[in-house]
């Protein structure tokens, strides 16, 4: 089970970090990735990370803004959001893939096994 948490109202140019809890796996046998969902619009990939912590890999309008991280001891992976912009507002998921041996890089909704809830980050500007 996942269970993601932070989203929230805030102003352009400013931050917020969301969290993914998840429960009842071991992490480290996991890749793990956001994506957003704006209204009227179909979801899209935001960010990935891989078994290793330094592999990682975001959608360009994200580079340099957003980093993904991940805490096995805490079973959670992580979204630092700055510099948020009108465009960033959306229903955020997290998901994260079956995946003991981390070899590929994984941008597409299919190819992960389970999801989050979502949470709602607005972007005021």
């Known amino acids: 089970q996942l269970q993601a948490s932070g989203g929230g109202l805030v102003q352009a140019g400013g931050s917020l970090r969301l969290s993914c809890a998840i429960s009842?796996?071991?992490?480290?046998?996991?890749?793990a990735g956001w994506f957003r969902q704006a209204p009227g619009k179909e979801r899209e990939f935001v960010a990935f990370?891989?078994?290793?912590?330094?592999?990682?890999y975001y959608r360009d309008s994200v580079k340099g803004r957003f980093t993904i991280s991940r805490a096995i001891p805490k079973s959670t992976v992580y979204l630092q959001m700055n510099d948020m912009k009108s465009e960033d507002t959306g229903v955020y998921y997290c998901?994260?893939?079956?995946?003991?041996?981390?070899?590929?890089?994984?941008?597409?909704?299919?190819?992960?096994?389970?999801w989050g809830q979502g949470t709602l980050v607005t972007v005021s500007s």
């Open positions: 009842g796996r071991t992490l480290g046998s996991y890749v």
């Open positions: 998901a994260v893939a079956f995946d003991p041996r981390g070899l590929r890089r994984r941008t597409t909704a299919g190819e992960y096994d389970y």
């Open positions: 990370i891989g078994r290793s912590s330094s592999s990682t």
